[in-house]
């Protein structure tokens, strides 16, 4: 192994552990959905707002970090979004004793924030660390970490915060030590110790990164020659760029709109006690994750591109079956759905890079920018549900159109030509 491949894998391995870490954050938010509508007395639309706080970071400060980035570096941008994000953490410990919504909201905010950094640097950084030929597999590849990060939150993180008790006022024992409100305390004190976990885990990642040699890319060797633009918003002028940011929106709705409600289809439309649901959100992760890992060596032989459309074509018929169905036949479509999302994001990511040369972080923050689609989308689903119980499954329409839009950028929108 020569030098600089060397060089690449230890940068890699370590670019991978922030795809692991931000996943376990992104994909606790189902859980602190259900588990808000408990201790904040929540319906679904009212919880699901707790998407919007989280993502909404996404859409404000892609552009700020690339800007930053483009100023410092890659590795700069890592820290300091390593460190907000554990600070971010640490902050469940007051907030639990205040025990209000928009404490948690702001909370979510501030984690995001950090993830946003993590997100707007590594991307872009896995795709331009060798051949831009490999450059959708190898970003397969390392948001198949992802995929593990969601898998381990899912399955066994939940089952940390979620008590499997669900009482109302109207409901509780009457022997039930300290009453309503020694309920409310017990459930709020089980969202502290995940996020604890995840602050010690993000400081721990952060003290290896200040002491670790990233390579530089792009135009990060001729930084102290040329400075130029901070941020070029012309790339949007780049018709396969626009169509990626335009995909990467309606993508990140739909699979969010799904992940977000599914502990809530499960527990409330399916009929499952929390423990039942959390095992299955573990399966529904597990499937993505194979999904991942199983896309990424198809890629060996098969384009992207044609996989993206296969995979987006294949939900749109899924989404479907929801439609049709509801109940434990949509449950388990809902499952098949998970499987074919899997390559969804970090193939339109990819593509959507291509060709940009010094514009790759500026392009970057739009894409990153498009996860707005997780703060207004899945709160549509939610609103849709909620208004219609008697016919629940109808709000899987919206994640339907998203995939419509994911098809097309794997037909004719990824294709560089200006």
Not at 103 to 130: K, S
Not at 169 to 196: C, H, N, S, V
Request: glycine share 8%.
């Amino acid at each position: 192994m020569n030098t600089n491949t060397k060089k690449y894998t230890v940068a890699l391995t370590l670019i991978f552990s922030l795809f692991f870490i931000w996943a376990i954050s992104s994909n606790l938010l189902p859980t602190m959905i259900r588990q808000l509508m408990k201790t904040c007395e929540l319906n679904t639309f009212e919880a699901s707002f707790t998407e919007t706080a989280y993502w909404l970071a996404y859409f404000i400060f892609p552009i700020p970090i690339a800007m930053f980035m483009k100023k410092y570096s890659y590795k700069a941008g890592v820290i300091f979004g390593l460190l907000l994000a554990a600070s971010g953490g640490a902050l469940f410990f007051p907030a639990a004793a205040i025990k209000e919504y928009w404490a948690y909201l702001g909370i979510f905010f501030v984690i995001a924030t950090g993830m946003c950094f993590l997100e707007t640097a590594a991307n872009p950084y896995v795709t331009a660390l060798g051949n831009p030929q490999t450059a959708p597999r190898r970003l397969n590849l390392a948001q198949s970490f992802n995929g593990l990060g969601a898998f381990i939150a899912a399955m066994f993180l939940s089952k940390l915060v979620l008590s499997g008790q669900e009482y109302t006022r109207e409901t509780i024992p009457a022997d039930y030590a300290g009453g309503w409100e020694g309920y409310i305390q017990f459930e709020t004190d089980a969202m502290k110790l995940p996020y604890l976990i995840l602050a010690g885990i993000l400081l721990v990642i952060a003290v290896v990164f200040i002491f670790s040699h990233l390579p530089k890319i792009g135009g990060e060797e001729l930084k102290e020659k040329k400075q130029g633009k901070l941020i070029n918003f012309k790339v949007l002028k780049r018709s396969h760029l626009r169509w990626g940011v335009i995909a990467q929106f309606f993508y990140n709705g739909g699979q969010t709109a799904i992940n977000s409600l599914f502990l809530v289809y499960c527990c409330t439309y399916a009929g499952m006690s929390e423990g039942k649901a959390t095992t299955f959100f573990g399966f529904y992760m597990l499937a993505f994750l194979l999904g991942r890992w199983i896309g990424t060596a198809l890629m060996i032989k098969f384009k992207p591109e044609n996989m993206l459309v296969l995979y987006a074509l294949v939900n749109i018929v899924l989404c479907g079956v929801i439609m049709i169905f509801g109940g434990m036949v949509g449950l388990y479509a809902m499952l098949a759905v998970s499987f074919f999302m899997s390559i969804m994001y970090p193939t339109q990511f990819s593509l959507a890079l291509n060709d940009l040369g010094d514009d790759t972080k500026s392009g970057s923050a739009f894409l990153v920018m498009a996860i707005v689609g997780n703060a207004c989308l899945p709160q549509l689903t939610a609103y849709v549900m909620h208004h219609n119980e008697h016919l629940y499954q109808i709000a899987y329409i919206v994640p339907l159109v998203c995939f419509m839009f994911c098809a097309y950028y794997g037909w004719k929108g990824y294709k560089v030509i200006d």
